[in-house]
């Protein structure tokens, strides 16, 4: 009797530490895997912006996947489209946290719709890592909770003023911008780069968001009779803005941020895209002579034998990669504090590129590249700019 009251005992006892176990389990981990959430824009004119992410994502995934997961756990992604608009940001951000129970988010696609996720991640202390916006907000003020793998639009827009006015001798600079946060904190970061060298814009246009209705800042722009175009704005506007001056006879070099969607761009441009310039947060997706690069490209290719290299899908799989690092570094169960803590610690070296974070410091990289649009729809890396025609 008293050997069987023992026995109990001992089972009651690993009963209520299994409950214990489950209870303090973080949100998202199971067992067999370990559960991430994109919520992006997977619809209207920015798709090819949160599917690019998606895929570059979902790349690096897999990969870790086939060589046995994260200690046996395997890495899902639940991706939820947004449409690139904040208030169904908002709703689906909520849903996929209070429901879905995710572990953490990754790869959001915009200013404004981070700008509405961040503050519903951050009250729920959910990780919310590699958003594909350089918004100053995601980086000043310090959140332990964000992530960032890029370099700033405020790092993007000096690199555009000083090379513009540097090796083209460019002082008549204009800019078209999206009315709204993204197209806002471009706008104060080309006015600080000008500032900074004692100039200002001499003319200026503004569009709508998911619009491409850009004639009326094309007339505005015009007035200034601008050397330069800087463009702050998704690839389908950017796209028929250019178009439209180009057919217009407008004489001005044209550059885009990042953001845009390079190879987006140079798909709706066709032949019109010679010598459009855009800057870059990661390195040119083609060199396979950095080990990350050729990584990346044979990653992508496990999934679609037909996928193609892209800067989008590209910053999808370094942001994936940096979570793999992260959960790698976790000693014992995985933990969204325990993550952040992990990702934070020593530089992150993927093979060619390097992420430094730490205490204070969110953002991982400082660099940007140029890459110029070729006449043929090919994109050619740049140290210094120079305007091509044709």
């Known amino acids: 009797m008293q050997r069987r009251c023992s026995r109990l005992c001992l089972l009651s006892a690993a009963f209520i530490c299994l409950l214990n176990g489950v209870a303090v389990a ?6 067999t895997g370990i559960l991430f959430g994109q919520v992006a824009a ?18 690096a995934f897999e990969e870790v996947n086939r060589a046995g997961g994260i200690g046996g756990r395997k890495l899902e992604l639940k991706s939820v489209d947004d449409g690139y608009e904040p208030e169904k940001s908002i709703e689906a951000t909520k849903k996929i946290i209070a429901d879905d129970k995710v572990f953490a988010l990754v790869g959001a696609v915009g200013t404004p719709t981070s700008k509405a996720s961040v503050p519903i991640a951050t009250a729920a202390k959910v990780p919310f890592i590699g958003p594909f916006t350089g918004a100053e907000f995601l980086r000043n003020p310090y959140n332990r909770y964000v992530v960032n793998i890029r370099s700033s639009y405020f790092q993007e827009t000096e690199a555009w003023i000083e090379h513009l006015t540097k090796d083209l001798g460019i002082t008549r600079i204009a800019i078209l911008y999206q009315d709204d946060a993204f197209g806002l904190a471009g706008l104060e970061g080309v006015k600080r780069a000008m500032a900074k060298r004692h100039m200002s814009l001499v003319s200026s246009g503004s569009f709508k ?15 200034g009779r601008p050397e330069a175009i800087v463009t702050v704005g998704p690839y389908k506007p950017i796209s028929v803005f250019i178009k439209l001056a180009r057919r217009m006879h407008a004489d001005a070099v044209f550059v885009a941020i990042s953001f ?52 989008v899908s590209l910053e999808g799989y370094l942001a994936g990669r940096v979570v793999i690092e992260g959960l790698k570094r976790i000693s014992g169960e995985p933990a969204r504090e325990k993550l952040l803590d992990a990702i934070a610690q020593s530089p992150i070296d993927l093979g060619g590129v390097t992420f ?4 204070g410091q969110n953002q ?12 043929d729809g090919s994109f050619k890396p740049a140290q210094k700019l120079f305007k091509i025609t044709g």
């Open 26 to 31: 973080e949100d998202g981990v199971s067992s």
């Open 42 to 59: 997977l619809s209207g004119p920015a798709k090819d912006l949160g599917q690019g992410m998606r895929e570059g994502i979902l790349a």
């Open 209 to 223: 968001r998911n619009t491409t209705a850009v004639k009326t800042a094309f007339l505005e722009i015009e007035k």
């Open 260 to 311: 845009v969607g390079s190879v987006s761009l140079a798909q709706e441009l066709g032949h019109e895209g010679g010598g459009v310039i855009v800057s870059q947060v990661v390195p040119f997706p083609w060199d396979t002579s950095i080990p990350v690069i050729a990584a990346y490209q044979r990653a992508i290719r496990s999934m679609n034998a037909g996928a193609n290299p892209n800067f």
């Open 356 to 359: 430094t974070f730490g205490r």
């Open 364 to 375: 991982g990289s400082n660099s940007v590249y140029f890459a110029i649009l070729q006449p």
